[in-house]
């Protein structure tokens, strides 16, 4: 068992030790001159011999405060040093968590932008579901969808998740797609999702109306976007997540209409964290990146739900 005098006693007599004067050593901690020497008398007390010879205003080391005082400050210093490794490892690494779908059709092709910008990070990017736990999860920071009520985290809105039927070319022309009552009677990928009866009802179909059709129950949109290019059938997904497919052609909307009642896209991390130098730098990254966004639309998808 080690016996360790009070570590806050330690710390004061390390720096009236290397200063030899109690208000230099105040100063430096941010305490009163006599706090530093209520610590000191108290170290005194717990070793039972004296570290410093008072006279005149003036302190100096007595042999015993001399023969510790080096020792001391070398152990201080192995102490910083070891917690300077940990924080100078952590910082050289940013780890990110996200959903399927945001990390492969949003993420993915910027983030070698922000690789570039910042070449002294490694940056880790996770998939999955559920919500990460900051207390309990090696993660800097996480994109989530949802609400945005989070308690203990700071939030900053990206975008809402609004969504229109999407298909491939072939599908539209096979089908001759032209209007929405169609789509109640072709292949749809996870007919069930909530996001159809909103856009079914912002199109005016009532629900009584509704033809449910067997269709392929998909876990992400990220797999129902690359169903709905393979012909299999008509996706709600969300034009932001499908960009690049839709310049190319490889996926068409045949409606103008889209929804965007329910969930938005933040960026989240813990409150304690927030001046954390890589953290600042991807969120003001991923925030340029979203305001580039915005401008191509749609507007109503980047303004913050009340």
Partial sequence: ?????????????????????????????????????????????????????????????????????????????????????????????????????????????????????????AVRLHTAS???????????????????????????????????????PEFLERYDLRAPEQLLGLPRLSPEDAWWKLWFAAAGLAPGARVERPGIRLDSQAAEGHAAMAGHGVGMLSPLMWQPELLAGRLVRPFALHVHEGPSYWLVYPEHRRAAPKIRAFRDWLLTQ?????????ADAFIEPP
């Avoid at 152990?75 to 945001?102: C, W």
């Fill in 130 to 168: 559920a919500l990460v736990d900051f207390a309990r999860d090696d993660v800097d920071v996480a994109i989530r969808s949802g609400l945005g009520s989070w308690p203990g985290l700071r939030r900053h809105f990206l975008f809402r998740l609004h969504v229109t039927p999407m298909c491939s």
């Fill in 290 to 298: 979203v305001a580039a966004q915005s401008a191509t639309g749609p």
């Fill in 1 to 121: 068992m080690r016996h360790i005098p009070p570590l806050q006693a330690v710390r004061v007599f390390e720096a009236a030790a290397r200063h030899e004067n109690f208000t230099a050593a105040a100063a430096e901690l941010g305490m009163t001159q006599a706090a530093v020497s209520y610590q000191i008398r108290l170290l005194e007390e717990r070793l039972g011999i004296p570290l410093f010879l008072r006279a005149k205003r003036r302190v100096t080391l007595t042999d015993a405060g001399r023969k510790a005082a080096p020792l001391v400050a070398g152990a201080f210093d192995g102490l910083s040093d070891a917690f300077a490794g940990i924080v100078d490892a952590d910082e050289g690494v940013l780890k990110i968590s996200t959903t399927q779908t945001f990390a492969t059709n949003w993420m993915a092709p910027r983030l070698g932008l922000f690789q570039i910008e910042r070449p002294e990070l």
